[in-house]
T-cell receptor, first 114, second 113 residues
Framework: AQSVTQLDSQVPVFEEAPVELRCNYSSSVSVYLFWYVQYPNQGLQLLLKYLSGSTLVKGINGFEAEFNKSQTSFHLRKPSVHISDTAEYFCAVRRDNQGGKLIFGQGTELSVKP | KAGVTQTPRYLIKTRGQQVTLSCSPISGHRSVSWYQQTPGQGLQFLFEYFSETQRNKGNFPGRFSGRQFSNSRSEMNVSTLELGDSALYLC????????????FGDGTRLSIL
């Protein structure tokens, strides 16, 4: 069975500090990987995606993620966070042969403090 | 370009009733997926439609159903509502059923009394 584990449910951090949100997945077949962000009372916004090619992926709002196949990880990073980055972040996996079905992690609540 | 539009944004129903939620995908997108989001279970896949055909289905009871129209708009229906159906229902669209990313609407918040 395929699963996605986000290792931290909550991450508090001070403004301008770096942050890493961790995501591990399990799958026996090729996968595509995504990070989404959800602000209160809104839907999910795509931050970045890994489909193939370079394992370092850059997304919107200064975020980046690195795909590590041997460790089955796809951690999200930002070198300097802002108050406006406070939100919930979801890692998601899509199997090569399962169309649009996304399997989500449980989410990580990022709280940026002044 | 308009994003994914879901209507209504908020809905209150009582147990035993049925409800229909609507989703208009981004123009040109032909695949529509539905997800349920709850605090306890997180985000769970309901089903996916492409070219008016259901291509994928999650592990939900038969009370949950959907359809897609020729203009790619989609509806989902939940019959005989239960308290546990209270959730945020999210619709996502993508160009097709390949590896293209999905773009989400703001959801319909369904509350069951």
């Amino acid at each position: 069975a395929q699963s996605v584990t986000q290792l931290d449910s909550q991450v508090p951090v001070f403004e301008e500090a770096p942050v890493e949100l961790r995501c591990n997945y399990s799958s026996s077949v090729s996968v595509y990987l995504f990070w989404y962000v959800q602000y209160p009372n809104q839907g999910l916004q795509l931050l970045l995606k890994y489909l193939s090619g370079s394992t370092l992926v850059k997304g919107i709002n200064g975020f980046e993620a690195e795909f590590n196949k041997s460790q089955t990880s796809f951690h999200l990073r930002k070198p300097s966070v802002h108050i406006s980055d406070t939100a919930e972040y979801f890692c998601a996996v899509r199997r090569d042969n399962q169309g649009g079905k996304l399997i989500f992690g449980q989410g990580t609540e990022l709280s940026v403090k002044p | 370009k308009a994003g994914v539009t879901q209507t209504p944004r908020y809905l209150i129903k009582t147990r035993g009733q049925q409800v229909t939620l609507s989703c208009s995908p981004i123009s040109g997108h032909r695949s529509v997926s539905w997800y349920q989001q709850t605090p306890g279970q997180g985000l769970q896949f309901l089903f996916e439609y492409f070219s008016e055909t259901q291509r994928n289905k999650g592990n939900f009871p038969g009370r949950f159903s959907g359809r897609q129209f020729s203009n790619s708009r989609s509806e989902m229906n939940v019959s005989t509502l239960e308290l546990g159906d209270s959730a945020l229902y999210l619709c996502a669209s993508s160009l097709d059923i390949s590896n293209q990313p999905q773009h989400f609407g703001d959801g319909t918040r369904l509350s069951i009394l």
